[in-house]
């Protein structure tokens, strides 16, 4: 078959892209070889686009055993544990089918933290939808909901913890992205490097049909009118076969008998082959008439491409075979010697004793192209907001609005549809600033969260980009866990736009600042670029991933009052700062201004001390101050409490909105009982921690002096209407 | 007292149920679905789960696995059985419950703690409880709506066959205390020789103070009495 | 008038319900059997008397909601 420049384009490749192919190959790519280097060479696959900024983040650190580079990152929390997660996105599949989209992400994720011999403890996931009165929303919602349920219910791995958010920006561009946790044995961690030659290359799992074919070049395309025909491309989920290759996998984990070891994921055989033989500086030779099929007369390329779910592939050591064929019978899967290792250097494509392709691997991994996109810096905003111009709301008024918002609302509605409970080691579940996992038969845990805020990021990607990081270290604070590391899901627009660019440039400034400070190192991640339609791109999005340690097991504080007539103090300082806030946008629907200053310093001691007086055991519940103000953090500590609160007017603030819906950062709330009171003031004092006193617990009523008075029932139920009528 | 868990391939509470066995010092053993033989056992547990990824019916292909003939076999000859969510959707596909599991009639699956009532505290089961106890348990399945006929629904109340059912935190039981549209609020149910117990509700769950509460507990311990 | 509809994935996608089916009722000695399926069926009646516009309000339906065109086929028949 003749190349044209159509079939090029058809493979998401540029004319230029391909004459660079030519070079490498020094003659015409066949059609099977052009498939190749499209699925390597896309966004997806090879980070053409974000490389280049991806290198400034620091991955480093006394706790890292392995950062990005591998199927996910790997971190040690002492003794012999090592907990091992990733985050990725499945952003477009979900848009196209919901349900089936959103369970292959978190099946794909899943695969990724198991490869490396971790047993799966938790999921999570962060997913954005549009407006919710936009005519999609309600049944994409509904599709990713029940997509994410079925495939982590049925495999038995608890969900734990999530972010749901609404913003029209999404409207033709949803976000669905997983996150997966596992826990492993430091010593016995699996990587895809492989090593030796003529070692046998196994195929095992499920059965290789024509799904999802070009799936990685469509991830990397923005949709248009027409991404309604791509639609047959997308795979289904089958969670049992997982379940069944996940306990196999373990169980051949057990003894010596991998080499290396590669889920097949976005391009399939295509991206696992050639990046197992690359990171081990050897060739790969396939016979792909021994591929397990599900179809018939599936051609080479089919094979190459597919990206059926739920398979992986092996490099077993020198007479193991037999040993491994019997675990993989035992759970029913298919098991097949399909290649071997060479000293080639290439990828060798054999169908019917016949090569039908072979290109040099170094052409499709280190050789794939890199840009240095054009760029442009965000000028920061110069809109001010002067509150005087705006009409005047009460301040119950204004607090009904926020807790009644889709964003706001209870998730119950959604989390009643995960189940959080299974293996009996979630200590704390969703509903907390993060969820916290026992170490099985261990006195430890570790805590996690994913955290968001693309309206901060879109006004100022770096102020944005290091709020994030904030935040989720804030989140991991309250329950106690010292942050250890994270991982990042970026979704960004299209990046051959400069604008998009310079926010994920910046956005990636930020993180990094943040994260360098913090010592909270980058791990592991996924870049997920051309999020939008028609030219329109999504706000952008960095979610962060972050996972903690426990070193010593406790009943979990969670953020609900615990007691009658304890002390509230507001750890950090209140400024005021409206712009960009939830209080504006809810009442006002004004979404201006520049985000919150982030004061890293501040950050950091606040922090650490928080974490002190919960060592000490001196508080009985604390929450972190984001999203909403003081007012809403305080009702949200007053759910699922039988207590209220009575707060002080502030001494200095004139403007109370300001006071109780400003989003200044570096804030917690902490109840303190009255007796430990002295104890934990010295502590704050001693540290040079900025505190005030704002109230304390009481029965039945939120209560400002003079200005509200709401019983928590109302709260309540004004908090959980939205969902349950949507 | 001897214990076994059958675990079918998509089982995955099996872990779960011998973690809580053994802290009661049950001495417990794992059987793989393929076995042809059971271990001597004086209860056999089937675990919660998605045994067959639920495919087909819930409960129903594992209903056909080459174990379950011994499982029918020692049930029948009085030995006491266990099915928990999943394990109860395979006792009622096997016919050793009667009845069956439907799906929950909001059409969702449902993860929380839920509180149920013991209707009977006099079987093996459950005669560490309080009659009427209230327990605070977790449930977590997709089809948990029991339905039966009329004729067993009569059998059930009047042999006192009804193990749990589903109330609020006073005991109340009413259509708003029912999580998944359960005949009668049933969460749980004996057969006539009351050694068999099927529940949707995850005893195992409940073992633990700092994981949730210890409401568990006493279905373990009732059968060590 | 009274239709019938079946719902089937399409060819090519996998269907991991039928498959599950498949090998039980292999591993139960039914060992002629080829290849399973599973699928969906409708029995809908509907108020028109000409057959062709009965059948296009159907087949409206099947596109509206009965059936996910993404991943399934359908057939329309009358009973």
């Known amino acids: 078959m003749k190349i044209t420049n159509k079939i090029i384009e058809k493979h998401g490749l540029k004319l230029e892209e391909y004459e660079n192919i030519k070079r490498l190959l020094q ?44 199927n996910a990152g790997v971190i040690d929390i002492g003794d012999d544990d090592a907990i091992i997660f990733k985050i990725e996105s499945h952003n477009h599949p979900s848009y196209i089918e919901p349900y089936q989209g959103a369970a292959t992400g978190v099946g794909g994720i899943l695969r990724d933290v198991f490869t490396m011999g971790a047993r799966p403890i938790a999921l999570l996931n962060s997913i954005h939808f549009g407006s919710p009165d936009h005519p999609k929303t309600k049944s994409l919602l509904n599709g990713v909901v029940s997509g994410i349920g079925g495939y982590g219910n049925c495999i038995g791995i608890p969900t734990v913890a999530g972010e749901t958010k609404f913003n029209a920006t999404y409207n033709e561009n949803i976000l669905v992205n997983a996150m997966a946790v596992g826990h492993a044995n430091k010593n016995k961690i699996f990587y895809s490097k492989a090593k030796g030659v003529n070692k046998s290359v196994v195929y095992v799992g499920s059965k290789t049909g024509r799904d999802g074919i070009h799936g990685a070049s469509m991830a990397s395309a923005e949709f248009d009118e027409n991404s309604d025909e791509k639609k047959p491309t997308v795979q289904v989920g089958d969670p049992f076969t997982e379940k069944l290759l996940l306990e196999a996998c373990l169980e051949l984990m057990k003894d010596n008998s991998i080499i290396s070891i590669q889920d097949m994921g ?33 051609t ?23 040993s491994a064929k019997k675990i993989f019978e035992k759970w029913d899967l298919d098991f097949v010697i399909i290649g071997k290792t060479t000293n080639t250097k290439n990828l060798t494509l054999k169908f019917n004793n016949k090569i039908e392709g072979e290109i040099p691997i170094n052409a499709l991994a280190s050789k794939a192209p890199v840009y240095d996109r054009e760029w442009v810096k965000k000028k920061p905003t110069k809109e001010k907001i002067n509150l005087k111009d705006l009409k005047k709301i009460k301040i119950e008024d204004a607090l009904v609005k926020i807790l009644s918002s889709p964003n706001h609302s209870n998730k119950s509605w959604i989390t009643n549809q995960y189940d959080q409970s299974v293996m009996c080691d979630t200590i704390q579940k969703s509903g907390s600033d993060a969820a916290i996992i026992r170490i ?42 010292k942050p250890l590391a994270i991982t990042n899901c970026l ?12 926010e994920f440039t910046e956005c990636l400034d930020g993180i990094k600042e943040a994260c360098e400070f913090l010592n909270y190192p980058v791990v592991s991640g996924n870049v997920s670029f051309y999020n939008g339609t028609n030219k329109k791109n999504i706000f952008p999005t960095p979610v962060i991933g972050g996972v903690g340690l426990i070193k010593k097991l406790f009943k979990p504080l969670g953020h609900s009052f615990k007691k009658d007539k304890s002390k509230l103090i507001l750890i950090g300082k209140t400024f ?6 939830c209080f504006l946008k809810e009442n006002y629907s004004i979404n201006k201004g520049m985000p919150p200053e982030i004061n890293l310093l501040n950050e950091k001691n606040n922090g650490e001390n928080l974490l002190k007086l919960i060592d000490k055991n001196l508080i009985l519940s604390s929450h972190d101050v984001s999203n909403g103000g003081l007012l809403v953090t305080v009702s949200e500590m007053i759910f699922n409490s039988n207590y209220g609160a009575k707060l002080h007017k502030p001494k200095k603030l004139t403007s109370l909105c300001e006071y109780f819906f400003g989003e200044d950062q570096a804030r917690y709330v902490v109840e303190i009982d009255e007796n430990n009171y002295s104890k934990a003031e010295k502590i704050l004092k001693d540290n040079n921690i900025y505190y005030e006193m704002i109230g304390n617990t009481q029965k039945d009523y939120l209560e400002i002096d003079g200005e509200l008075k709401i019983s928590t029932k109302d709260l309540f139920k004004v908090n959980n209407k939205w969902y349950n009528n949507y | 007292m001897r214990s076994s868990v059958i675990v079918f391939p998509g089982s995955n509470c099996d872990r779960d149920i011998a973690v809580a066995l053994e802290k009661m010092q049950f001495k417990n053993q794992m059987v793989w679905h393929k076995e042809t033989k059971l271990p001597k056992s004086d209860l056999i547990v089937l675990p919660g789960g998605f045994s067959y990824g639920d495919y087909l019916r819930s409960g129903a292909i594992a209903g056909k696995s080459l174990i379950i003939d011994e499982v029918i076999k020692e049930a029948n000859a009085g030995c006491l059985i266990l099915g928990i969510c999943n394990g109860f959707q395979i006792l009622t596909e096997t016919g050793l419950l009667k009845g069956t599991l439907l799906r929950n009639k909001n059409l969702k699956f449902i993860n929380k703690d839920v509180h149920v009532k013991v209707i009977n505290n006099e079987t093996k089961f459950s005669n560490k409880y309080k009659k009427n106890q209230i327990l605070n348990i977790n449930i977590a399945h997709n089809e948990g709506n029991y339905f039966t006929n009329s004729k067993h629904l009569d059998q059930l109340k009047k ?15 009413n259509e708003s205390t029912n999580p998944n549209g359960s005949l009668e609020s049933i969460a749980g149910i004996y057969n006539s020789k009351k050694n068999i117990l099927g529940m949707m509700p995850h005893p195992e769950r409940m073992v633990e103070e700092i ?10 311990s009732s059968l060590l009495s | 008038m009274k239709f019938s509809v079946t719902v089937t994935l399409k060819k090519d996608v996998l269907d991991p319900q039928g498959k599950v089916v498949e090998n039980t009722l292999m591993n139960m000695g039914m060992k002629d059997l080829r290849n399973i399926r599973q699928g969906k069926y409708f029995q809908i009646e509907v108020d028109e008397n000409d057959q062709s516009l009965a059948e296009k309000k159907i087949d409206l339906m099947c596109k509206k909601l009965l059936v996910n065109l993404i991943i399934e086929d359908y057939k329309i028949n009358k009973i």
Request: glycine content about 10%.
């Open chain 1, 27 to 70: 003659r015409e790519p066949n059609l099977l070889e052009l498939g190749i280097f499209s699925a390597m060479w896309n966004e997806h696959c090879s980070y053409k686009s974000s490389r280049l900024h991806l290198k400034k983040l620091p991955t480093k650190g006394k706790q890292v055993i392995q950062g990005p580079g591998e």
């Open chain 1, 576 to 581: 005021g700062h409206l712009e960009q806030s």
């Open chain 1, 266 to 298: 976005a391009a399939g055989l295509t991206s696992s082959s050639v990046e197992m033989a690359s990171k081990g500086g050897l060739g790969m030779e396939l016979e792909l008439d021994k591929v397990p099929c599900r179809e018939e007369n599936m």
């Open chain 1, 440 to 481: 099985h038969n261990k006195d430890k845990a570790i805590a996690v969260s994913v955290d968001s805020s693309a309206n901060y990021c879109k006004s100022n990607p770096i102020l944005g980009g290091k709020q994030i990081v904030c935040e989720n270290w804030r989140n991991l604070i309250t329950v106690g866990a």
């Open chain 2, 159 to 173: 042999d006192n066959l009804i193990a749990f059912k589903y109330c609020n935190e006073d005991g109340k039981i």
């Open chain 1, 300 to 322: 080479p390329y089919e094979m190459m491409l597919s990206e059926s779910q739920e398979r992986m592939l092996i490099i077993l050591d020198d007479g193991k075979e037999n």
């Open chain 1, 491 to 502: 979704n960004f627009g299209n990046p051959e736009n400069k604008e998009v660019m310079g």
């Open chain 2, 211 to 220: 994981v949730s509460n210890k409401d568990g507990i006493n279905l373990f």
